[in-house]
């Protein structure tokens, strides 16, 4: 299965806007079921194709990670949209099988650890208060640019 702060996150996330999770429907993990249990409120949609996703994220505020897949490129394609990201750190960091990088992966985009908030947040799956602070500063700057 998957690890538990997984669960946790997005759980988490229900608290503070609805929640779209695109998945493969017919993957060999049980995701779709693992979710159903989790957080049935949790609209389940299928794999998109790249328009729909494109279009699913420009109508969203926050784009939500919990961890995987590593070294997808949605993340960044939220935030050329102008779509805030939120992202777990990883209780220890991954090392990679197969591939060239050697260092371990302290979150499912290291790189977005560098943008600054408000932009992408990296949180604490350890210290759940880290999302709704992170709601909480996309708030505040949507606020702050809009008038609220």
Same mark, same amino acid.
Request: aromatic letters at 10%; charged letters at 20%; glycine letters at 10%.
């Given at each position: 299965g998957f690890p538990a702060y997984h669960h946790?996150?997005?759980?988490?996330?229900?608290?503070y806007c609805p929640v779209i999770a695109t998945i493969d429907k017919k993957d060999t993990y049980g995701t779709e079921a693992a979710i159903r249990e989790c957080c049935p409120e949790v609209e389940i949609r299928g794999v998109q194709t790249p328009e729909g996703f494109l279009e699913l994220i420009r109508g969203s505020?926050?784009?939500? #990670?919990?961890?995987?897949?590593? !070294?997808a490129p949605s993340c960044f394609e939220a935030l050329s949209l102008g779509t805030h990201v939120i992202q777990p750190r990883f209780p220890s960091p991954r090392v990679l099988a197969n591939k060239p990088i050697t260092e371990g992966w302290t979150s499912q985009h290291p790189y977005l650890e560098k943008v600054p908030e408000p932009f992408a947040f990296t949180v604490d799956p350890g210290d759940?208060?880290?999302? #709704?602070?992170?709601?909480?500063? !996309?708030r505040a700057a949507f606020d702050a640019q809009y008038g609220g």
């Open positions: 946790e996150l997005l759980h988490e996330y229900t608290k505020a926050v784009y939500l #990670g919990v961890g995987e897949p590593l !070294i759940l208060s880290t999302v #709704g602070r992170a709601f909480q500063r !996309i």
